[in-house]
């Protein structure tokens, strides 16, 4: 495996520690940040009331969406 040596801040270092989790290297936690989200990553990026909400959201436009096409069928 190649390698290579970066400079950062003290500061960019912080948030970089603090978005460790148990086992990983900052390898892992570089690769894992800029992959992209995705919905496994869900729990990190939103609280659980914000998960409610999103979830409330998704039920109420699929019932709106059942019920347009009953009125239109």
Same mark, same amino acid.
């Given at each position: 495996?190649?390698?290579r040596t970066? &400079?950062? &801040?003290?500061?960019?270092y912080?948030?970089l520690?603090a978005?460790?989790?148990?086992g990983?290297?900052f390898t892992d !936690?570089?690769? $894992?940040l &800029? $992959?992209? /989200? ?7 990026i !939103?609280?659980?009331?914000? /998960?409610?909400?999103?979830?409330e /959201?998704?039920?109420q436009?699929?019932?709106e $969406?059942?019920? /347009? $096409?009953?009125?239109?069928g």
């Amino acid at each position: 495996m190649a390698v290579r040596t970066i &400079t950062i &801040t003290h500061a960019a270092y912080e948030r970089l520690a603090a978005q460790k989790r148990p086992g990983e290297s900052f390898t892992d !936690v570089v690769l $894992r940040l &800029t $992959r992209g /989200a995705t919905l496994r990553d869900l729990p990190d990026i !939103v609280s659980p009331a914000e /998960a409610r909400a999103l979830a409330e /959201a998704v039920l109420q436009a699929r019932d709106e $969406r059942r019920d /347009a $096409r009953r009125r239109r069928g």
